[in-house]
C-alpha cells in the first residue's frame, strides 16, 4: 500500500494510475489529514449519474403499478427467479 500526499499525486498521475491498474492500493492524504483510498471499478459495480437513477426508479415504479412484476412466495421461488434472470 502505498501512502501519498494529494501534491504527489497530482504531479505524477499516470504513474499511480498504472499502480491502480495493477492492484495496488493507494491511500491519498490531505494536509488536513482527510484520506481517500482510489481502487479501480470492477465489471460488478454500476456508475450512473442521479438523474439516471431516478429515471430507472421511476421506471420501476410505472412498471408495479401495470402489474408488470414477478411474485413468488418461498425461498425455492426467488431461487429459480434468480436462476432464470442468470441465463
Do not use: W
Request: aromatic share 10%; no cysteine; hydrophobic share 35%.
Amino acid at each position: 500500500m502505498l501512502v501519498i500526499s494529494l501534491r504527489e499525486f497530482r504531479g505524477r498521475q499516470g504513474f499511480y494510475v498504472n499502480k491502480i491498474k495493477r492492484g495496488e492500493d493507494v491511500i491519498l492524504k490531505t494536509r488536513d489529514n482527510f484520506s481517500m483510498k482510489l481502487v479501480p471499478l470492477t465489471k460488478n459495480d454500476t456508475v450512473m449519474t442521479k438523474e439516471e437513477f431516478e429515471a430507472k426508479l421511476d421506471q420501476s415504479f410505472q412498471q408495479a403499478l401495470e402489474g408488470k412484476v414477478i411474485r413468488f412466495d418461498s425461498k425455492k421461488g426467488l431461487s429459480k427467479l434468480l436462476r432464470e434472470y442468470k441465463k
